[in-house]
């Protein structure tokens, strides 16, 4: 397959995985310690990975917690944040402006930051009161913090028989994920290489995932205009401008929030000619027990949408690192 | 002025601040009763209404307080709502089906729902606890209730001099806003009631209103194509499609968030050659206190859009009445 190196994925989610004790550790003191609330703290895609954990957490959970944008809670403040605060970040570089102000910011607060910084040697790794360092797996981290809070609090009782499935399985299951979506990828990218506009749909723990790809991916990798909608909001107003030309993508998810995007989908084709349904459940996943596809859904999406980019990046002739203005210019 | 009454819609606003004893007597025997959060629960257009509202709470309030989508309460579910929960909903028809049954979900986890259904006669208003009926100004009634849960907390010593100031002269001062507006908002139309695609860009107690005025005015009423943006998000991702020939406009307002929006505007004109920026603090508020300005800055905005509204349907031959789809099919 184009641009896929199977043992580096497949060992890419194994040590994420493998890093549940580190993870453990502080979780299980910061527990044991006490603590006021959990701020999922972030910025662009860190904070659409925040608003995936966040409908995890409602799903599950009376804990007290809550997302912020970072710049918009340096220029707003949030009261909640204080002493007891844990708050939780991700930065692959440690550099980006709004973190590292929000990380002092909230600090200044009062609260206590884990983060998960790539890059180990980072100023930022050295402000934040515990950093695990490890690449990419954004969300999959995001999850286990979540998910340990969650289990100490006694609303996960089936936390360590899903992470026990998840770290024999997760690894192959994702890669055969990518070779059961390559030859979709590539007839979608041929459809829809050249939309002069392309709509991603979506709900639950995929939102932030959508909201992200459009943005993050599409715009700012691809150079494609996209907008991205939350599926009830699909009925609110937007409907109205989706005929048989619109290019409208449906990701329907496995969690709470399944009914919302299967809504749309099923809607969908009456009003419009260029849509697509890309439904996680209808993909295997060798091993994973069904009543725990809600818990990785992202990750399935994630996996299909890396092969849409690397055939978009082919068919486009436009390599993802490019950027326009992104850190080549001061704003 | 192209389809405007200027006594109705002073004495609307008249009206509309004329509520306060109504709305304060159901706030001030809560908060003596005694409660435990309060949930802003919309859809749509509603849904952004809370999203305004919560910026100025998190601006200078320590209550437990948070928004909510309908659908997605309903699909999800949140722990936090229960007994001691009290609900704030505003609904013109009182029929939107998702409103109706999240009434009735947050009812049945125990929370008292307070209720703006602009049609008294309306089963919800007989399904809430408290309803005020009054025509339009939704965001206006939802701040009068947040102001004053917050001047009871101790944290709005300045309410009652602030309700006063805007008593004497918001009526009038939004008057003079339409008419300061609308040139601009003709010419405006001229440029770009034709555009392929309009972005849309803001912040704080604006941001709300923003993902409103491009989904259900532009999308849902003129057919027009909108993508809107988070302020700071314009920097993580979409300012790579933006070019010489895009359409984006910038609301600048007056709160805590101006910073965000300002950047913004301050960047744009390097990248863009159909760029707009709307400043809220541009438009005299005759009798309006400088200080009080940021409370009302989603009035002076709203009453702004209001203008290029009735430009855009007169020159886009598109009655803003006429709905393709919703509540006209299934679905």
């Known amino acids: 397959m184009l641009k896929y190196n199977e043992e580096k994925e497949r060992q890419s989610v194994k040590g994420a995985l493998a890093l549940r004790p580190e993870i453990n550790k502080i979780v299980d003191q910061v527990c044991q310690d006490g603590y006021k609330n959990i701020l999922w703290l972030g910025?662009?895609?860190?904070?659409?990975?925040?608003?995936?954990?966040?409908?995890?957490?409602?799903?599950?959970?009376?804990?007290?917690?809550?997302?912020?944008?970072?710049?918009?809670?340096?220029?707003?403040?949030?009261?909640?944040?204080?002493?007891?605060?844990?708050?939780i970040i991700s930065s692959v570089t440690g550099t980006t402006q709004e973190m590292v102000d929000g990380v002092k910011a909230v600090k200044e607060a009062g609260a206590k930051v884990l983060g998960f910084i790539d890059k180990a040697d980072a100023e930022l790794a050295k402000d934040v009161?515990?950093?695990?360092?490890?690449?990419?797996?954004?969300?999959?981290?995001?999850?286990?913090?979540?998910?340990r809070f969650m289990y100490n609090n006694g609303e996960f009782p089936e936390y360590e028989d899903m992470y026990q499935n998840f770290e024999t399985y997760l690894p192959d299951a994702l890669v055969s994920v990518a070779k059961q979506a390559d030859s979709f990828a590539q007839k979608f990218v041929d459809e829809h290489s050249d939309d002069p506009l392309h709509y991603f749909v979506g709900a639950g723990s995929l939102w932030g995932g959508i909201y992200s790809y459009g943005m993050c991916f599409w715009?700012?990798?691809?150079?494609?205009?996209?907008?991205?909608?939350?599926?009830?909001?699909?009925?609110?107003?937007?409907?109205?401008i989706v005929d048989k030309d619109s290019n409208v993508t449906v990701f329907v998810g496995e969690d709470s929030q399944r009914c919302l995007s299967e809504r749309v989908a099923k809607f969908l084709p009456r009003i419009c000619g260029r849509y697509t349904i890309i439904d996680t459940k209808d993909y295997d996943l060798p091993g994973i027990k069904p009543e725990y596809r809600y818990a990785v859904n992202h990750q399935?999406?994630?996996?299909?949408?890396?092969?849409?980019?690397?055939?978009?990046?082919?068919?486009?002739?436009?390599?993802?690192?490019?950027?326009?203005?992104?850190r080549r210019v001061e704003y």
Request: proline share 4%; glycine share 6%.
């Open 43 to 87: 910025i662009g895609g860190t904070w659409a990975s925040c608003l995936q954990v966040e409908v995890r957490m409602k799903e599950k959970s009376s804990l007290n917690f809550f997302c912020e944008n970072a710049a918009e809670y340096l220029a707003t403040g949030n009261k909640k944040v204080g002493p007891g605060t844990i708050c």
């Open 129 to 147: 009161d515990w950093c695990i360092s490890y690449p990419v797996n954004e969300q999959l981290k995001f999850f286990m913090v979540a998910d």
């Open 219 to 240: 715009e700012e990798m691809h150079w494609r205009k996209t907008k991205t909608v939350r599926s009830p909001e699909f009925f609110h107003g937007f409907l109205e």
């Open 300 to 326: 399935v999406m994630r996996t299909i949408t890396n092969r849409i980019d690397v055939h978009m990046e082919k068919k486009n002739c436009h390599p993802m690192e490019i950027r326009r203005y992104y």
